[in-house]
């Protein structure tokens, strides 16, 4: 912990100097600007104004103006990302793995199986996730045509039992109109006589 700490205090000044680095780079970006850059702007302000455009003041303050826009920026932003500390950090670190530098990294010198098992386990978990899924809506299927099932059977049975008692009754009526056919047989040949 000590160690770490004292690698950490040792590399107090990376930010400020990284961040004199950036100022400098800043205030040279808008060094190029020149009046020749405003030269089709001062022809056409000629041909309708009568009059010449001071370009030599219009460079300076769009020079001084954006160095200063971006210098703001660059202070906001290293301001509210507290990139001292962590230029910092990142020294620290860098000094700490050292020995590290140069190793090769290559994840994809493992077999295929061995980089694609997270995938395939994946794969695997929602298939069996849908499979019981779909596995729960048979079942209230298969719930729900077992009950119409068993409704359509107690009906077939209910219209079974009513036609074996109508088969009954028939039966009955048949016996006694055979009873009585041999008795109307004789009363209507006796009424043919009369």
């Known amino acids: 912990m000590e160690d770490s700490e004292a690698a950490f205090k ?7 100097k990284v961040k004199q680095a950036y100022e400098e780079a800043i205030k040279q970006i808008f060094a190029d600007l020149s009046c ?3 030269q089709a702007w001062d022809a056409i302000y000629q041909e309708h104004e009568q009059s010449a455009l001071d370009t030599e003041s219009i460079v300076d303050r769009t020079r001084s103006l954006m160095t200063k826009v971006v ?4 202070r906001c932003f ?3 990302n507290d990139v001292p500390n962590k230029l910092q950090t990142l020294e620290m670190l860098k000094e700490h793995f050292a020995a590290y530098e140069g190793k090769k990294w290559n994840v994809n010198t493992a077999a295929p199986d061995k980089l694609t098992r997270p995938l395939r386990m994946r ?3 929602f298939s069996v996730e ?6 729960a809506s048979q079942a209230k299927e ?4 077992m009950a119409k099932s068993n409704a359509n059977r107690e009906r077939l049975q209910h219209v079974h039992d009513k036609r074996l008692k109508l088969t009954v009754q028939m ?3 048949l016996s006694q109109y055979e009873k009585v056919k041999t008795e109307l047989i004789k009363l209507g040949e006796a009424l043919n006589d009369f």
């Open 10 to 16: 040792r590399h107090e000044g990376v930010g400020p």
């Open 36 to 38: 020749a850059d405003l």
């Open 71 to 74: 210098l703001e920026m660059n």
């Open 78 to 80: 290293f301001a509210s």
């Open 123 to 125: 794969f695997l978990d």
């Open 130 to 135: 849908f499979m019981e899924q779909q596995l």
């Open 142 to 145: 298969l719930e729900i045509a």
């Open 171 to 173: 039966e009955q009526q």
